[in-house]
């Protein structure tokens, strides 16, 4: 998180304003009712939650989660990785949108290098993670030229890079179209070195758009909410830090789940009536060839939504 914005003087959320982990256990178990399969925790950073291997053990225990993932910047992944294994993650996605130390002190806004963050991913490995997802924001002017770089890396690790295009996500990080790279640029740039061929999605609702490498030497992904929304496909829900059900990633506010009774009568009645159409708006009403954001809309920080 940018240090201009995340610094000392940053206040956060008091820790009675935080959903507790019997909390998010009994959320969960509530959309686990509605027939949610998938659990993803996220941030901000989630290897910062204090014993946050508890919270992975007692969702891990919950019938009927199938699949328990967590993203994160990689740091802390040295030490935890195993534990989360143990504890019964199934699936890990680490954040890293650069090689090169310069464009990922940038891109990150912190004084570090991605060292620390490949180390994080050695360690996801040593510990049983596999495949690994890397996520991958482009932001054109700042790491576009790394792109052909981060794919050769990884490529045949049996990992799996995920480009994303730079989003409108919160109101913190100076969005404009014209730093977009789309998703067409992205692949056509790999394709030119190593040729690559569509894949089929591994089901329906999958948010990134899958391209194999042609030689068998793995696959990457595209996610293309600006050039090419997918609000239609969507079927993710948000839980907030403070517990909050946002249904949008580019939503304006959420409905509180932390202290209402009939939590089964409100979670239905948001879900039947999502109308999120954020991502098809704005690419219909603003043109992509060239700069400008349309209408300012204040929307959920990043850091309180997850990805």
């Known amino acids: 998180m940018p240090a201009e914005i995340f610094g000392e003087r940053y206040e956060f959320l008091k820790r009675e304003e935080i959903l507790s982990f019997e909390e998010i256990t009994r959320l969960t178990r509530l959309f686990v009712g509605f027939g949610v399969r998938k659990v993803r925790i996220t941030g901000g950073e989630p290897l910062v939650r204090a014993q946050v291997t508890e919270l992975i053990a007692r969702l891990a225990e919950i019938d009927g989660v199938d699949d328990l993932a967590m993203t994160t910047n990689g740091f802390l992944l040295p030490r935890y990785a195993h534990e989360l294994k143990d504890a019964g993650l199934n699936r890990l996605t680490v954040s890293m949108d650069a ?14 290098g991605p060292e620390k963050v490949l180390a994080g991913i050695d360690a996801a490995r040593d510990a049983g993670f596999s495949p690994l997802k890397i996520n991958t924001v482009v932001q054109r002017g700042v790491n576009e030229q790394t792109i052909l ?28 179209l014209s730093q977009v790279v789309s998703g067409r640029e992205i692949i056509e740039i790999i394709d030119a070195e190593y040729p690559l061929e569509p894949a089929d999605a591994n089901y329906q609702g999958e948010v990134a758009s899958r391209y194999r490498y042609v030689d068998g030497q793995g696959e ?61 708006t704005r690419s219909s009403n603003t043109a992509l060839e060239g700069a400008g954001t349309g209408a300012i809309r204040e929307k959920i920080e990043m850091f309180r939504l997850g990805g």
């Open 99 to 112: 090689l090169d130390e310069d464009v990922f002190s940038q891109m990150s806004g912190r004084p570090y």
């Open 149 to 176: 770089e981060t794919a050769e890396h990884f490529r045949g690790t049996g990992d799996i890079v995920r480009f994303i295009e730079f989003m409108d996500v919160g109101n913190l990080n100076d969005w404009d």
């Open 220 to 280: 990457i992904g595209v996610i293309t909410s600006v050039t090419q929304p997918f609000c239609g496909d969507c079927t993710r829900a948000r839980l907030t830090t403070e517990g909050r059900l946002v249904t949008c990633l580019f939503a304006t506010r959420g409905t509180d789940l932390k202290e209402p009774d009939e939590l089964n009568e409100i979670i239905e009645g948001v879900w039947l009536n999502r109308r999120d159409r954020y991502s098809e």
